[in-house]
């Protein structure tokens, strides 16, 4: 399932966020064990207060945009509630991490050593370091780790152009005093770490569901499957008296997963909604108000949210329906008696398929990502023609 770098770049992608304090969660690749120690979490729970600050300030100075300085007609309120609404994001990200942050680890060391184990037992003449989860592994690993090193130069970027947006604290200050090179080139420090930290805490949130997704997909989709080509496992896996106990296995960790990935995935799902129609909206409505950057970077992160989310959700709507073909799939099985055949019919109509989100809330089915575009514009062109009409 892993190639030879596949659990070294695990470890390697978790450290950045662990000097930072962007998470407490460490992964040890002799061991194949994820954990956390005492500093690490004290480290952890210091810098979610701080970003907790820093976001509370942000949206203290939106709202004094909103309701003392011109509200909407301010040049800084958009980008300043942008700002506001990301942070706010990043932060309830590290409140989860904080609460689920043993399950994760229990649960992931589980996912790894069980893949370790059925690579062991019953795949053959397989080769990890050729196999296509092991290279996409590398290959996302690799890229989140590149992407999340520069990226924050983004935010660094626009301080050190416009340090004259409210949300940076030197603009408490007198103006003489703001641009002082001491104390403008000192607050960088401040914008570059809690840039670094909410990037951090995205790529620990992606990298565990990588991991997750590129362990548990080749079995759902193909070595779980009866009747399917490019099988690298025994065939005596798939029979009465194997495949059951293996595939109770993996549904045990699925669920234990989903009981924190649910919140992620709906909280995320509300989150990315919101801020592709604030977007949206803000860049049609005010196009003759807003300046020419602002107008630029709300179109890049809508359209980059939704090209992103678009692809979580076909891959996790994918999943589900992998899951429902799998267990029929079991009707094509080859049977020594009559007794096997009852039983696997009757252990799959107690399968259910597997969801990801919450049930009863959301879960993402293949059709959620159709009725996800299908909301993005008609709740865009309600928005705008509402807001036209009041204006």
């Not at 909301?375 to 036209?388: L, N, P, Q």
């Amino acid at each position: 399932m892993y190639s030879k770098y596949g659990l070294k770049l695990i470890q390697t992608s978790l450290l950045p966020s662990l000097l930072l304090g962007g998470s407490s969660i460490i992964f040890n690749p002799r061991t194949k064990t994820f954990y956390t120690t005492p500093r690490s979490r004290k480290r952890f729970v210091q810098c979610t207060i701080f970003l907790s600050f820093v976001t509370a300030f942000f949206g203290g100075r939106t709202l004094q945009i909103f309701f003392c300085q011109g509200g909407k007609k301010n040049e800084y309120f958009h980008i300043s509630y942008a700002f506001s609404f990301l942070f706010t994001a990043s932060t309830s990200g590290l409140l989860l991490i904080n609460i689920f942050q043993n399950s994760i680890c229990q649960v992931m060391t589980q996912l790894v050593r069980y893949s370790l184990y059925f690579q062991g037992e019953w795949m053959v003449n397989y080769n990890c370091n050729k196999s296509l989860p092991g290279i996409g592994l590398d290959v996302a690993l690799t890229l989140f780790i590149i992407f999340t090193l520069t990226a924050p130069l983004a935010t660094i970027l626009h301080y050190l152009y416009f340090p004259e947006t409210p949300i940076y604290l030197i603009t408490l200050l007198p103006p003489e005093w703001g641009r002082h090179p001491i104390i403008y080139w000192g607050y960088a420090v401040i914008p570059t770490f809690y840039a670094y930290v909410g990037w951090q805490t995205t790529l620990v949130i992606f990298l565990l569901a990588f991991v997750w997704l590129l362990s548990m997909l080749p079995l759902i989709r193909t070595e779980f499957r009866v009747g399917t080509k490019n099988q690298k496992s025994r065939k005596s896996l798939r029979s009465a008296w194997n495949l059951p106990l293996e595939y109770r296995c993996v549904e045990l960790m699925h669920k234990q997963i989903n009981e924190f990935a649910g919140y992620v995935i709906t909280g995320l799902h509300v989150v990315v909604t919101q801020f592709i129609l604030f977007a949206n909206t803000a860049a049609i409505v005010h196009k003759a108000t807003l300046a020419g950057r602002i107008k630029l970077l709300l179109l890049l992160w809508s359209i980059s949210s939704q090209i992103v989310w678009i692809t979580v959700l076909e891959v996790c709507g994918r999943f589900h329906e992998h899951t429902k073909k799998t267990v029929k799939s079991w009707g094509n099985m080859k049977f020594r008696n009559k007794e096997e055949n009852a039983y696997i019919t009757r252990l799959g109509k107690a399968c259910q398929p597997w969801n990801i989100g919450i049930v009863g809330l959301f879960t993402v089915s293949r059709l959620t990502v159709l009725k996800f575009m299908r909301d993005i514009v008609k709740r865009t062109f309600r928005t705008v023609v509402t807001v036209g009409k009041v204006r």
